[in-house]
């Protein structure tokens, strides 16, 4: 019941978005701004006592004035106020309230409490399902739903609840700079009538969504909400956040959407149990969904590097094996390669990880490095490439660009041979890549290639290995889940 209700908060006909406002500062202008400006398809209605027109649209004094049905409606009104539009919402036949509105229980006032439990029990009397109070509502690229700036408008296959408005929309900003999309992004606050298992069992059924990532400081209902994690974990990668681990963030997570955050080492357990994989930051999160979203199932955790220097190439195979990777020497039939191409006093010292900075000229010539990475794609003894990509070394600017692209395209064009492939490659800190500097620029020209090209990039060993090997866990544990449902049944021994 809950999807189908779920189903038409997604995709309303009509919203209208009541406090509205001509103020461009104002929450009532952003809202009917994004409707707007994400091209929402559906009738688009601002309420307010205080203009005829918002945006170009005709403005309304109350939902009782707007001739046509409202399915969906974004109250930016202050608390005081959302009973009264209950009652007008009903009139109408509204069936669903986002209400931005905040100051309910998360003040930790028992005024505002009291109020918040009559929105609660008013809204079900009267059929009206509430997302919040206290959040940033729904993004939806494909309807042209959101809640902010700058948002991809193109979807994609990623669906996120949160708990926190400004946590989803910092996760959104930051993940589209690494390729990701989005199918569906929920932000429910103090999750008053729906709340984190709703979403969370919606996102398990939707088929625009195959990975789901979820920032929870605290749950309504711990049993179904693990009931449903469980479920949804059986089906679709499910990455979860959970914040307000400690003593200070428990309280932060009270006094922000009212959450009681539980024990943190009862939680850890719970979401292993369940068969989630658990992020420790907003940022291990992203490198979590951007293995997820570009690599395919890794069963294996035989490793090959090739690119970087001596000590960026000895960091790197300490980070792979430290994550629970095997970074083995090279297979026989490589080595012979190697051998037939390079004198002894050079191939004696290649292996794996494959470290460029000490091949002779004719090696770089005859792009040997590159080379290497494609007979790993070739080689059954490699269950993962990773491309290192130097952003220094004692060379101009003009000749580290050169070098750059070259190893992109090789990188690129071996990501064809269908082996799971991944590049650490740092741009550098924020506002960097807007550099005047060719080094920075020309990496960050780079990196977008790769990303159009499906590669998952990350900007260090440690990053990528801690993220691709929960990938190859939760893999091998579907394989294993797999393996015991087709087994056949022992057949029973019976006596005459």
Not at 4 to 13: C, K, M, N
Not at 39 to 60: D, E, F, H, M, W
Not at 363 to 383: C, E, S, T, V, Y
Request: some cysteine.
């Amino acid at each position: 019941m809950v999807i189908e209700q779920l189903e038409l908060a997604f995709h309303p006909g009509s919203v209208a978005v009541v406090g509205a406002s001509s103020n461009p500062l104002s929450p009532g202008y952003r809202f009917a701004l994004h409707l707007v400006n994400y091209g929402y398809r559906g009738r688009i209605y601002p309420v307010t006592l205080n203009c005829s027109q918002v945006l170009g649209l005709k403005a309304y004094p109350s939902l009782r004035d707007i001739p046509g049905s409202v399915d969906y409606v974004i109250c930016c009104l202050p608390a005081a106020k959302v009973l009264d539009l209950l009652a007008e919402s009903s009139e109408k036949g509204v069936k669903f309230i986002h209400l931005f509105t905040g100051r309910f229980g998360e003040t930790g006032q028992e005024d505002a409490a009291r109020l918040e439990m009559e929105v609660l029990r008013r809204a079900r009397a009267l059929g009206i399902r509430l997302i919040g109070p206290n959040c940033m509502g729904i993004y939806y690229p494909e309807e042209g739903m959101a809640f902010a700036y700058d948002l991809p408008t193109e979807p994609g296959k990623v669906g996120m609840i949160s708990q926190s408005g400004g946590a989803a929309t910092e996760f959104i900003h930051y993940a589209s700079l690494r390729g990701i999309r989005f199918s569906k992004v929920i932000s429910y606050g103090n999750a008053l009538d729906l709340n984190e298992a709703d979403f969370l069992e919606y996102l398990c059924h939707d088929p625009e969504t195959e990975i789901i990532a979820g920032y929870v400081e605290g749950v309504r209902d711990g049993s179904r909400f693990l009931k449903v994690l469980r479920q949804a974990a059986l089906v679709k990668p499910v990455i979860i956040l959970k914040a307000g681990r400690g003593n200070a963030g428990a309280r932060a997570a009270a006094s922000h959407t009212a959450a009681l955050a539980g024990s943190f080492k009862m939680w850890e357990t719970a979401i292993g149990q369940a068969g989630a994989i658990q992020a420790r930051t907003l940022e291990d999160m992203m490198d979590l969904v951007v293995s997820f979203y570009f690599l395919p199932p890794i069963l294996g955790t035989g490793v090959g590097i090739a690119g970087g220097g001596g000590g960026k190439s000895v960091l790197s195979a300490d980070a792979w094996e430290e994550a629970g990777f095997t970074v083995s020497s090279l297979p026989p039939e490589i080595a012979e390669r190697i051998q037939n191409a390079l004198p002894e006093m050079w191939w004696r010292w290649i292996g794996n990880p494959v470290d460029v900075s000490i091949f002779p000229e004719e090696a770089i010539i005859a792009n040997l490095g590159g080379n290497i990475l494609r007979m790993m794609a070739q080689n059954p003894h490699f269950d993962l490439l990773i491309g290192n990509i130097s952003v220094g070394g004692p060379v101009s600017e003009t000749e580290l660009a050169a070098g750059v692209r070259r190893q992109v395209s090789d990188i690129i064009d071996i990501h064809k041979e269908a082996k799971p492939l991944a590049v650490v490659l740092n741009t550098g800190a924020l506002g960097l890549e807007e550099s005047d500097k060719l080094r920075w620029k020309c990496l960050a020209e780079e990196k977008a290639k790769l990303l159009a090209a499906g590669i998952a990039v990350y900007s260090t060993a440690d990053q990528a290995a801690g993220a691709i090997i929960r990938l190859v866990s939760y893999h091998q544990r579907r394989e294993a889940i797999s393996r015991s449902l087709s087994a056949p049944e022992p057949r029973s021994s019976s006596r005459s």
